[in-house]
């Protein structure tokens, strides 16, 4: 005898949510907003939108960069975390940074649709972010990490990664890191030219650095006594000969399957949203 089903929408109104919530952005907007009243209900809460993360297969996706904007937009400022692959533009990553001032979390990987100069002024107005990871971005130059740690005190973990291994020697990104980021709890730097000599200034001004990733840092030299300062300050400690798995990266845990939707579909479906009403009377409170 098969054992029936369960009803979702007899599941109490705090499941649903937490379930929901652990949807990605995509499968939100396109499928689950419009399973039912109660759904819809939940989806119009702004604090549903506290997280938005969504990936794309090509660098450049009008649809998803539509979604975005829409899920920013519901977020009615409250928006906290924002992870991005590919498809980000100066357009989107400025209309994200003038919605709310409240991002504790951005995540970009491989969005060369960006600019230095917008997406310094994006960090500039975000006081309160903790967390900041840039993989594989080409308008990261080593000026800005010190920009990046005067606009953002409370910094607590950096990830940046290049694509290859840097062959010149470079500390400037680690004395730029030491000088201004003295409260940073993790730090990644994957593929870049740093020496002992970065790495010395990085221990030195990051005291409370709890974990460090130096993967594809090739002209460390760990055999001394700052391989033995690392080991005793370090808790995490990576090693540059270790490898780094491009597969590993956090957008992951996001659905690739979701962002499949014909055009029709979409653009049928962004019609209908926009005009439903949007009565914050509606809200619940978490």
């Not at 924002?82 to 991002?103: G, R, V």
């Not at 967390?131 to 409370?154: N, Q, V, W």
């Not at 409260?183 to 990051?206: E, K, M, P, Q, Y």
């Not at 399957?257 to 049928?268: A, E, M, P, R």
Request: with cysteine; hydrophobic share 40%.
């Amino acid at each position: 005898m098969e054992t029936p089903l369960p009803n979702w929408l007899e599941l109490p109104r705090e499941i649903t949510i937490n379930i929901l919530q652990r949807l990605d952005t995509v499968e939100i907007v396109t499928s689950v907003c419009v399973v039912c009243p109660l759904w819809w209900n939940i989806c119009k809460d702004p604090l549903m939108w506290r997280t938005i993360g969504i990936i794309s297969l090509s660098y450049f996706d009008e649809r998803l960069e539509k979604i975005c904007r829409y899920a920013v937009d519901r977020s009615s400022g409250y928006l906290k975390d924002i992870y991005i692959k590919k498809f980000a533009t100066d357009d989107l990553i400025n209309h994200i940074a003038n919605s709310t001032s409240e991002l504790r979390c951005i995540k970009l990987e491989e969005c060369h649709g960006i600019s230095s100069q917008v997406f310094s002024e994006v960090v500039k107005k975000q006081p309160f972010l903790e967390e900041l990871e840039i993989a594989y971005c080409d308008f990261i130059g080593t000026e800005f990490f010190e920009y990046i740690g005067r606009c953002c005190p409370l910094l607590k973990s950096l990830k940046f990664s290049r694509c290859f291994e840097e062959s010149d020697k470079c500390d400037d990104i680690a004395f730029a890191i030491a000088k201004t980021m003295s409260t940073l709890r993790h730090l990644t730097i994957i593929n870049i030219g740093l020496t002992n000599d970065g790495l010395l200034a990085i221990l030195d001004g990051c005291a409370v650095l709890e974990s460090l990733d130096l993967r594809g840092c090739r002209h460390l030299d760990l055999d001394g006594s700052l391989g033995k300062r690392c080991n005793e300050q370090i808790k995490e400690l990576r090693f540059p000969t270790e490898s780094v798995d491009p597969n590993s990266s956090w957008i992951n845990y996001i659905s690739e399957g979701s962002l499949y939707i014909n055009d029709y579909d979409f653009s049928s479906l962004l019609s209908v949203l926009e005009e439903i009403p949007y009565d914050p009377s509606n809200f619940i409170e978490f």
